[in-house]
């Protein structure tokens, strides 16, 4: 159910908001049926001249039924994702110098530096993507003191959830 809510979320990100995602997280998981460490969705705003101009951290929850702990449970992890960076970088700056990549790559590092001091622009999304209707699904989240910044939610929901990831990520071996 996770890797359905990071591929949705990371599509609707790229489709939609016409962020980059020079890495898929997904395809470097060493085992698909455990999570992959750090951040759900790490992805960048690129200037017209392919610099990189702010840092998207995103967690996607994919729910048979919503929970608001879920909801709480991704806006501590975007909370404490720039303490003092996400770990996600480390990984992407490693694969994107593996793929000769290197410019891209020493820009963020450049920005791993900056993000303890607070120096770069970060955005956060959190994604709830659940089988059944929330009437109010980030109302936790609008009722805590303090709110991450620069942060956008979405929720999705797809009746049928558990049949739909089942048909999508099943084994061909198994029908």
Known sequence: MGNFGEVVS?????????????VFKLRYAENF??????????????????????VCIGEAKTLSAYRTSAVKEAHDRLASAFHPFPVSLSLIVNILYE??????????????AKLPL???PCKNWIFII?????????GS???KDQVVQNLSCVDV????????????FGSPLTR
Do not use: W
Request: charge should be negative; charged fraction near 35%.
């Open 157 to 168: 929901y797809l009746p049928d959830l558990q049949a739909l990831v089942d048909e999508m």
């Open 141 to 143: 989240v609008e009722e």
């Open 99 to 112: 793929r000769g990549e290197d410019q891209l790559a020493d820009e963020i590092e450049e920005i791993i």
């Open 33 to 54: 049926l455990m999570p992959t460490r750090g951040e759900d969705i790490v992805c960048f705003e690129l200037s017209e001249e392919r610099r990189v101009t702010a």
């Open 118 to 120: 607070q120096a770069f």
């Open 10 to 22: 990371s599509e609707h990100l790229r489709q939609r908001h016409g962020y980059k995602m020079p």
């Open 130 to 138: 659940t089988g059944d209707e929330a009437e109010n699904p980030f």
